[in-house]
């Protein structure tokens, strides 16, 4: 992987992010919402408001508001919440920190079931493992979050009292009771994504175990456990690892979903409360930070790639 591969490929996260941003800011600009009768309150002297405007910029052209929220994104100034009137930034990353979380147990839990599953349906194509792990995939496939969630509380924790239904409790405070609540909403955001990448390892093996190198190893009398997983798996997770960058893009769309099902207090939750109340400037950072934990994740699957395949060239 060449230095100029990796400057270019920062520059094109950056791009991607001031793209983000511009979108952002046009669009809460032009929401039925003003920031001084949101933070003084609709009973405020006119007076009152017009100084409000003043002194937080509102009255300067667009692209000048524009120009210094961005400067103070990148100094890590996210503004002054309208509803709440505290600092947008550490609110809004300890939110991130508890998604982070459901999202780390999630991937976790999605690749030590998925991975095996697809292994499992390309070994024994056309069996019943591979029928079962088919219809597995489609049914998980098909189901919304909202309805997975609806029945895993329906059945792990209305009728078998197995789990706690709701609520969130810090591992620092209480690693078993949070370990406890955290079950339901991982096993609802990593449903759609099992389905996904247990598919494509599945589909990717399949094409992998019939060509030639994989041929060539077997004739050499390599164990067949050897071939499958030294050889196939190897280059069969390659386009697995795209789809599970991508599927970050999903696991951020559920993440909002769960947290509000699940009552996280989350980045996702946060957004939610925040569209609601029209809260722009923790709007705008929420969006901005899960644009950001996008941009990063693939570009962590560009480099994976590279190191999983050396003749993967970038020049």
């Not at 999605?110 to 599953?117: C, K």
């Amino acid at each position: 992987m060449s230095a100029s591969y990796l400057l270019k490929r920062v520059a094109l996260t950056f791009y991607t992010l001031v793209v983000v941003s511009l979108l952002v800011f046009a669009i809460t600009q032009v929401l039925p919402a003003d920031a001084a009768v949101m933070m003084l309150g609709e009973n405020a002297t006119r007076e009152a408001l017009d100084a409000l405007r003043q002194t937080m910029g509102l009255n300067d052209p667009v692209w000048m508001q524009y120009l210094h929220w961005a400067g103070g994104v990148l100094q890590g100034d996210f503004g002054i919440s309208l509803r709440t009137g505290q600092p947008v930034g550490p609110a809004l990353f300890s939110a991130l920190g508890t998604s982070l979380t459901l999202a780390a147990f999630a991937l976790v839990f999605m690749l030590i079931l998925a991975v095996p599953m697809g292994i499992v349906a390309a070994v024994r194509r056309g069996k019943v493992a591979d029928l079962l792990v088919g219809f597995v995939s489609y049914v998980g496939v098909s189901l919304p979050e909202f309805v997975t969630a609806t029945l895993a509380v329906l059945f792990l924790a209305d009728w078998w009292k197995l789990l706690p239904p709701a609520g969130y409790v810090p591992l620092t405070e209480d690693l078993w009771g949070g370990l406890q609540r955290l079950v339901l909403p991982v096993l609802v955001v990593s449903v759609m994504m099992i389905a996904h990448v247990s598919r494509m390892v599945r589909s990717e093996l399949v094409d992998v175990l019939h060509t030639d190198y994989i041929r060539a190893a077997r004739l050499k009398g390599l164990a067949p456990r050897r071939v499958l997983f030294r050889h196939g798996l190897r280059n069969a997770l390659l386009p697995t690892i795209t789809i599970v960058a991508l599927d970050v893009g999903y696991l951020l769309g559920g993440v909002i979903v769960v947290e509000e099902i699940f009552s996280i207090p989350g980045i996702g939750r946060a957004l939610m409360s925040a569209i609601q109340a029209r809260d722009l400037p923790v709007i705008q950072a929420g969006v901005m930070i899960m644009a950001a934990t996008y941009a990063l994740v693939n570009f962590a699957a560009d480099l994976a790639y590279a190191s999983l395949d050396k003749r993967i060239q970038y020049d």
